[in-house]
């Protein structure tokens, strides 16, 4: 939105539109049950705001008293509801397994109550759990049978975002023909429907599958474009990962310059909301500008620095990646043994993870190491 020019009215609709509505309170009494229940909802909605802004001590805090209220209160729909909620906190915290405990136990309430609507919901939360675990296709299986749902009861908007999952996937298993379809369909659902937010996060699906085929510029565009609305609805979380994403762009360019400014703001709006696993991946993209520009003591402090984050929060691959690069930078230093110590151990990381060929790569580097001290 330009700060200089008077929005319309439709312009205004469409950047409130991820706001959550509700009624306010009557002003005659009602009975406490339906007072505590009204008071739950409430908590919920507040809940789901403060989530949109990444606030997610706060998020946590207000899902658990609604929780806690319709627990009480025998409402099973509300319970799941709110199960569903906090799996999605936990999930944007990269708190995998609590996660997936929340969504199950919504799920069966779900299936108890033979809500569809709301156990495609729920099942969305799982699979992207499983995405963001790398599980691919567990993760596609869940979103199909979340497409199959809204398809069927007509849910347009939840439509599009199965689409966004499955193309999500599609992307990171390099499927890019078919991610671009799959963003394609849903970018287009969004548009007509109004969506800014959502549409801003399939604009930057697009965009990294043009990174990755080294379309660069028109990957600057869809991230630039993605940026602003995520400036506009003042969604820091996505934000900071369209400046990361801009970053890396900028990075594989050797714009190194404009890269650093980048990542440290992505990095700053990371620290602020809390979010521990994407700082670390912000400390790893610093590390990779300073050891591009052989500031090697720089990047390596960084490097440990976002090694200890993924190991506390328990992201392997994340961890194997840092592990590669600081072993890379030892290696660059002359440091040949701490490089073949941390080669090793990056391949016993990528082995856990199950994949071999990595594990195989690094201990390659690390015995082409050791050739060059005999």
Same mark, same amino acid.
């Given at each position: 939105?330009?700060?200089?020019?008077?929005?319309?009215?439709?312009?205004?609709?469409? &950047?409130?539109?991820?706001?959550?509505?509700?009624?306010?309170?009557?002003?005659?009494?009602?009975?406490?049950?339906?007072?505590?229940?009204?008071?739950?909802?409430?908590?919920?909605?507040?809940?789901?705001?403060?989530?949109?802004?990444?606030? @997610?001590?706060?998020?946590?805090?207000?899902? *658990?008293?609604? &929780?806690?209220?319709? *627990?009480?209160?025998?409402?099973?729909?509300?319970?799941?509801?709110?199960? %569903?909620? &906090?799996?999605?906190?936990?999930?944007?915290?990269?708190?995998?397994? /609590?996660?997936?405990?929340?969504?199950?136990?919504?799920?069966?309430?779900?299936?108890?109550?033979?809500?569809?609507?709301?156990?495609?919901?729920? &099942?969305?939360?799982?699979?992207?759990?499983?995405?963001?675990?790398?599980?691919?296709?567990?993760?596609?299986?869940?979103?199909?049978?979340?497409?199959?749902?809204?398809?069927?009861?007509? %849910?347009?908007?939840?439509?599009?975002?199965?689409?966004?999952?499955?193309?999500?996937?599609?992307?990171?298993?390099?499927?890019?023909?078919?991610?671009?379809?799959? @963003?394609?369909?849903?970018?287009?659902?969004?548009?007509?429907?109004? !969506?800014?937010?959502?549409?801003?996060? *399939?604009?930057?699906?697009?965009?990294?599958?043009?990174?990755?085929?080294?379309?660069?510029?028109?990957?600057?565009?869809?991230?630039? /474009?993605?940026?602003?609305?995520?400036?506009?609805?003042?969604? @820091?979380?996505?934000?900071?990962?369209?400046?990361?994403?801009?970053?890396?762009?900028?990075?594989?360019?050797?714009?190194?310059?404009?890269?650093?400014?980048? @990542?440290?703001?992505?990095?700053?709006?990371?620290?602020?909301?809390? !979010?521990?696993?994407? %700082?670390?991946?912000?400390?790893?993209?610093?590390?990779?500008?300073?050891?591009?520009?052989?500031?090697?003591?720089?990047?390596?402090?960084?490097?440990? /620095?976002?090694?200890?984050?993924?190991?506390?929060?328990?992201?392997?691959?994340? %961890?194997?990646?840092?592990?590669?690069?600081?072993? /890379?930078?030892?290696?660059?230093?002359?440091?040949?043994?701490?490089?073949?110590?941390?080669?090793?151990?990056?391949?016993?990381?990528?082995?856990?993870?199950?994949?071999?060929?990595?594990?195989?790569?690094?201990?390659?580097?690390?015995?082409?190491?050791?050739? *060059?001290?005999?």
């Amino acid at each position: 939105m330009n700060p200089d020019k008077r929005p319309t009215a439709e312009e205004c609709r469409k &950047l409130v539109s991820w706001m959550p509505m509700i009624i306010p309170a009557p002003c005659q009494a009602i009975d406490e049950d339906a007072s505590q229940l009204r008071h739950a909802k409430l908590l919920n909605t507040l809940g789901y705001m403060y989530t949109k802004q990444a606030d @997610y001590p706060s998020a946590l805090s207000s899902f *658990t008293e609604a &929780l806690d209220i319709y *627990t009480t209160h025998n409402d099973n729909r509300g319970q799941a509801e709110t199960l %569903r909620n &906090l799996g999605d906190v936990h999930r944007f915290r990269n708190e995998s397994a /609590e996660a997936v405990k929340l969504y199950l136990e919504a799920l069966q309430i779900n299936a108890d109550l033979g809500d569809e609507s709301q156990r495609a919901n729920a &099942l969305f939360g799982l699979a992207t759990t499983h995405r963001l675990r790398r599980e691919y296709g567990e993760a596609i299986k869940l979103y199909s049978e979340c497409l199959q749902i809204d398809t069927n009861a007509g %849910r347009k908007r939840e439509r599009a975002t199965d689409l966004w999952g499955l193309a999500e996937v599609h992307r990171l298993q390099a499927e890019y023909t078919k991610a671009i379809d799959l @963003y394609s369909e849903a970018l287009q659902i969004y548009t007509d429907v109004g !969506d800014v937010r959502e549409r801003a996060l *399939t604009l930057v699906g697009l965009a990294e599958v043009h990174r990755f085929q080294h379309e660069y510029s028109e990957a600057i565009n869809l991230l630039s /474009e993605a940026l602003q609305a995520f400036t506009d609805t003042g969604d @820091y979380s996505e934000r900071a990962r369209t400046l990361w994403s801009l970053a890396e762009v900028h990075r594989v360019q050797r714009k190194y310059s404009e890269a650093s400014k980048l @990542y440290s703001e992505a990095l700053q709006i990371r620290t602020e909301i809390g !979010d521990r696993q994407s %700082r670390g991946t912000s400390l790893w993209g610093l590390a990779k500008v300073h050891q591009a520009v052989q500031e090697y003591d720089e990047a390596t402090k960084l490097y440990s /620095e976002a090694m200890q984050i993924f190991t506390d929060v328990g992201d392997k691959p994340w %961890r194997a990646e840092t592990l590669m690069s600081l072993a /890379e930078t030892n290696q660059k230093q002359g440091r040949s043994g701490e490089a073949i110590s941390l080669y090793t151990e990056a391949s016993e990381v990528l082995e856990e993870m199950g994949d071999s060929r990595g594990a195989s790569e690094a201990l390659e580097n690390a015995a082409d190491i050791r050739k *060059t001290l005999e």
